[in-house]
């Protein structure tokens, strides 16, 4: 019985000593390699998955892996390029698109594509903590404005800083537009019911 008590103390004794050895060596072998590191390279780059030597994270976020361009991000709305044709809220499966759209009693201009401008868009707000990043609002939308950007790293403390405003008016020349159109439609409605007046008379 004591015999074999002795014989497995001297086994869990080896058993320590080999662990330790092994634990030191391989310490040993990530000292001798910790003057390489691994590159902030894309997941296209040859050298990806070549770099399994030293250090293998990176210091971000002063340094980050590139993401690849057609990943699915933040979004980002060229304003300047949209026609607030409502297409990409109508198609967001989440409704995380909220458009507000006013009609123009003159004409505003042009998108960079050469489509006419017709609308003021008083909101145009993503909530990105809704969005599920599905891309179909990029995929419909006929002006190329609506883009997923590469940015990735958004995280918010406050919920309500998730949504993004892209509109280009304020408040006030909100009010204004909206009244100019409310004038205008007025007079075109006084002008239709004279004209049909003029009809009946004659
Ligand atoms: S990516 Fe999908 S979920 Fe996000 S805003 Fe566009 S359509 Fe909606
Ligand atoms: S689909 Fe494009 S052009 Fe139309 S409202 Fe959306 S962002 Fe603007």
Redesign the pocket.
């Known amino acids: 019985m004591e015999r074999r008590e002795a014989i497995q103390r001297k086994n869990g004794f080896w058993h320590v000593v080999k662990s330790l050895l092994s634990g030191l060596r391989l310490t040993w072998r990530h000292f001798l390699n910790a003057d390489k590191r691994r590159q902030p390279v894309p997941v296209s780059d040859a050298s990806y998955f070549k770099q399994p030597e030293g250090l293998v994270t990176l210091t971000y976020p002063y340094e980050a892996i590139p993401v690849p361009e057609n990943g ?1 991000y933040r ?1 980002h709305n060229e304003i300047d390029d949209c026609i607030v044709c409502d297409l ?1 809220a109508k ?4 409704n ?2 909220t458009i507000e759209s006013v009609k123009a009693t003159e004409e505003i201009g042009m998108t960079s594509d050469g489509t006419k401008k017709r609308l003021y868009a008083p909101v145009f707000d ?1 909530d990105m903590a ?9 995929s419909v939308c006929p002006t190329d404005c609506l883009t997923m950007t590469p940015v990735y790293d958004f995280a918010e403390v406050d919920i309500k800083n998730m949504i993004y405003h892209f509109t280009d008016l304020s408040p006030e020349q909100a009010e204004e537009k909206k009244q100019l159109l409310a004038k205008q439609q007025e007079e075109m409605a006084a002008a239709k019911a004279a004209a049909l007046a003029a009809r009946k008379q004659g």
């Open positions: 699915r979004l990409c198609v967001c499966p989440v995380c698109i993503i809704k969005c599920c990043y599905c891309g179909l609002c990029t």
